[in-house]
């Protein structure tokens, strides 16, 4: 359940279910130049990462954009993926959690800075520890499932106060706000708090409150039974060997820190919530998506449930999830009115953080006529610089004086040999220092280069720099 680092992303019938299909997709307003990008991306991903399938969704200008299922949903038989298939999503999970707690806030039932002693008296440790501290992952208490696999006992079901008996009675890991460790026990406290303070369990409370009110009809709780036909089927893999079904963890184990499955859609609508503050008061969210300071002043990258960053000058919220059998990433740029979610049916797959890395630079990328004159310049001059040659009329002179002898051996002598690339697209775009930064992804073979130029206001070029990539 998210058991790798914090946000941080078959082969024989794979390559049959790659073709993209009307009835796989759905655009509703996306330019096909980026569609066209998108499922490039994401079907060289599969390509690559061998996972069985993804299903994406991407919002744009605050509404959903394309929906897209690509790959295999069950290897045998070979079924493609749809678009309104389920996936467990895991850790993504808790941002739904903290927004169950932030509503009974508001209801006044209770507050972030109680103490858990508060309504869990028996608990150990609960006199120390704030609910903040439980949704922000700053509590001390340590994680029962922090393992890329299901052990043994996870086959057999549990109960929530089950988990906490044996893991919650432990010494706290550290001081409660000291540091941050991911803990999905943390969860399982605030799901127990939930279902006190509400009479309902998490899943019927955000169902009248949330999941009803969006439209999100897909939702499942795979806490109290695994995903079936018509849905993928969830696989792993023993190192680089065949793709095999995943073990289903026993009822209990996901309770309030992964349990929900639903579509890329639906999980898109929640995202178009956060960017237009449907379901929370403003304070509410402010919390949610505030970084969580610790005690010695450091941002801990984490609010309440959700990850939040500032990627390349945007505001993200971004969470990663993983089950037995399945992974997720989900991404939003409240200030651009954009986002992007990716599902998988691999157990500790990279596949869908490696298309959203890819994908979400594509959507913050602004209207912009000279983007393709541009891009045929930015590849032009990469294709000299493989030969070590440069048109110097092109550059300013601090960017001539840069490329001198030896630079161009060192380009030429260096690139040259990778041949031509396989794709050279635009990822992002920013200002810097009175001029306009670009920053184009290239792709060979066995290796990705990123090349960033500095364009100054008369259109010459102050910069024009390659690097390795991801």
């Not at 996870?154 to 706000?177: N, S, V």
């Not at 349990?259 to 890329?264: D, G, H, P, W």
């Not at 037995?324 to 991404?331: A, D, E």
């Amino acid at each position: 359940m998210h058991r790798r680092a914090a946000f941080a992303f078959v082969c024989g019938l794979l390559h049959l279910s790659l073709v993209c299909s009307p009835r796989l997709a759905r655009a509703q307003g996306l330019a096909p130049e980026l569609q066209q990008k998108i499922d490039q991306i994401a079907t060289d991903t599969l390509a690559k990462l061998e996972a069985p399938s993804i299903s994406i969704a991407v919002v744009k200008d605050g509404r959903i954009a394309y929906v897209h299922a690509y790959g295999n949903a069950s290897l045998d038989p070979a079924t493609p993926a749809k678009p309104d298939m389920r996936y467990s999503i895991g850790s993504v999970s808790k941002q739904f959690t903290a927004t169950a707690i932030l509503l009974l806030q508001e209801q006044g039932k209770l507050s972030l800075d109680d103490q858990v002693a508060k309504f869990l008296p028996n608990l150990a440790h609960s006199n120390e520890v704030t609910i903040r501290q439980l949704l922000s992952h700053t509590s001390g208490y340590q994680d029962y499932w922090p393992q890329d696999y299901v052990f043994p006992r996870m086959l057999e079901p549990i109960t929530a106060q089950g988990i906490l008996d044996i893991w919650a009675r432990k010494p706290l890991d550290f001081p409660p706000g000291t540091q941050w460790q991911y803990s999905n026990t943390n969860f399982v406290i605030a799901g127990v708090i939930i279902e006190k303070v509400s009479g309902m369990t998490v899943v019927q409370f955000l169902r009248e409150k949330v999941f009803s009110p969006l439209g999100m009809k897909s939702v499942a709780d795979v806490n109290e039974a695994k995903l079936g036909n018509p849905d993928p089927t969830g696989y792993m893999r023993y190192a680089l060997g065949p793709q095999r079904p995943a073990p289903k963890e026993g009822k209990g184990w996901l309770f309030a820190a992964g349990e929900l499955a639903m579509s890329a859609e639906d999980l898109a609508k929640w995202d178009i919530s956060i960017i237009d503050q449907k379901i929370l008061k403003p304070a509410s969210y402010r919390a949610l998506e505030t970084d969580t300071l610790l005690k010695n002043g450091v941002g801990s990258g984490y609010g309440l449930g959700i990850g939040v960053a500032n990627r390349s000058g945007h505001r993200a919220l971004a969470h990663s999830g993983g089950v037995s059998g399945f992974t997720s990433q989900n991404i939003i740029f409240p200030d651009d009115r954009a986002a992007f979610v990716a599902f998988t049916n691999e157990d500790a797959s990279n596949a869908s953080s490696a298309v959203a890395r890819e994908i979400a630079p594509l959507l913050l990328a602004k209207d912009d006529p000279t983007a393709p004159e541009k891009l045929a310049q930015a590849r032009k001059i990469f294709e000299g610089l493989q030969r070590g040659t440069l048109d110097r009329s092109l550059f300013t002179s601090n960017a001539n004086a840069f490329f001198d002898e030896q630079a161009l051996r060192d380009y030429g002598n260096s690139l040259g040999p990778l041949g031509e690339p396989e794709q050279f697209v635009e990822v992002n775009q920013t200002l810097r220092g009175g001029m306009k930064m670009r920053a184009y992804s290239v792709k060979f073979a066995k290796k990705t280069l990123q090349v960033v130029t500095y364009e100054m206001p008369d259109g010459k070029l102050e910069q024009y720099q390659v690097e390795l990539g991801m």
